[in-house]
Nanobody, 125 residues
C-alpha cells in the first residue's frame, strides 16, 4: 500500500489550499481514512477523518477544513480555507488495513496502518 500526499505550499493567512492523497493497493472507500498534522517540535495531531459519508474534525479546524474522497480516483482530499499561521505543519494522510475504525479511536494515530510521506503547509501572517 502506498499513499502519495501532495498540494502543500506557502500561503498567506486567510488563504486556501487543497491537499490530495492518492492511494495504491488500498481502496479508501472500504475503510476509514484520515489527515493528521505535525508542527515543528510538537506531536502529531488528528485533523479529520472520513468513512463513507461520515466525517469527523478536530475542533481547531471545524468550519474551515473539509475532508472528502473521490472513489473513482481513489484519492483523499483536504480542502483548507481561512488558513491561520497555527495551521503550519507537515500534513499526513493515513488509512487502515482493516475496515471501519471505531469512532472512539479514529482520532488516534495508532488506529492507522498506512501513512503518506507528508506535505508541508506553511501559513504566513
Amino acid at each position: 500500500v502506498q499513499l502519495q500526499a501532495s498540494g502543500g505550499g506557502l500561503v498567506q493567512a486567510g488563504g486556501s489550499l487543497r491537499l490530495s492523497c492518492a492511494a495504491s493497493g488500498r481502496t479508501f472507500s472500504e475503510t476509514t481514512a484520515a489527515w493528521f498534522r505535525q508542527a515543528a517540535g510538537k506531536e502529531r495531531e488528528f485533523v479529520a477523518a472520513i468513512y463513507w459519508s461520515s466525517k469527523w474534525y478536530a475542533d481547531p479546524v471545524k468550519g474551515r477544513f473539509a475532508i472528502s474522497r473521490d472513489n473513482a480516483e481513489n484519492t483523499l482530499y483536504l480542502q483548507m480555507n481561512s488558513l491561520k499561521p497555527e495551521d503550519t505543519a507537515v500534513y499526513y494522510c493515513a488509512t487502515r488495513s482493516g475496515g471501519r475504525a471505531i469512532v472512539g479511536v479514529l482520532r488516534s494515530d495508532a488506529t492507522y496502518d498506512y501513512w503518506g510521506q507528508g506535505t508541508q503547509v506553511t501559513v504566513s501572517s
